[in-house]
Nanobody, 127 residues
Framework: QVQLVESGGGLVQTGGSLRLSCTAS????????MGWFRQGPGKEREFVSS????????SYADSVKGRFTISRDTAKNTVYLQMNNLKAEDTAVYYC????????????????????WGQGTQVTVSS
């Protein structure tokens, strides 16, 4: 089993920044990629960003391109999500997740590709 623990959420004004962190522990050797999804009030969980553990592939949802940056520190088993120029519509619970299966293209953004989830961290952007 792998455990994922997120941190870094909070309340920020429109245009502000936050950095989320997610540290993995336990059986992490089979991890191919880490990612972030989010779920806003009354909405389904949606893909935000992912990065392969070797760092050769990064993907972003169109809604966050140019504002969010994903990175990872393999020595610390940690993935980060730097969120800049935050908007009210970014308000959501952000979940860290892990993928162990191979995929390509948009298929890798599908929730079903990921098999472990953190508890989530709340991000609230006030206008």
């Amino acid at each position: 089993q792998v455990q994922l623990v997120e941190s870094g959420g909070g309340l920020v004004q429109t245009g502000g920044s936050l950095r989320l962190s997610c540290t993995a522990s336990g059986r992490t050797s089979s991890t191919l990629a880490m990612g972030w999804f989010r779920q806003g009030p009354g909405k389904e969980r949606e893909f935000v960003s992912s990065i392969t553990w070797r760092g050769e592939w990064i993907s972003y949802a169109d809604s966050v391109k140019g504002r969010f940056t994903i990175s990872r520190d393999t020595a610390k088993n940690t993935v980060y999500l730097q969120m800049n120029n935050l908007k009210a519509e970014d308000t959501a619970v952000y979940y860290c997740t892990r993928r162990r299966v191979y995929c390509s293209g948009d298929r890798c953004n599908d929730l079903s590709m990921y098999d472990a989830w953190g508890q989530g961290t709340q991000v609230t952007v006030s206008s």
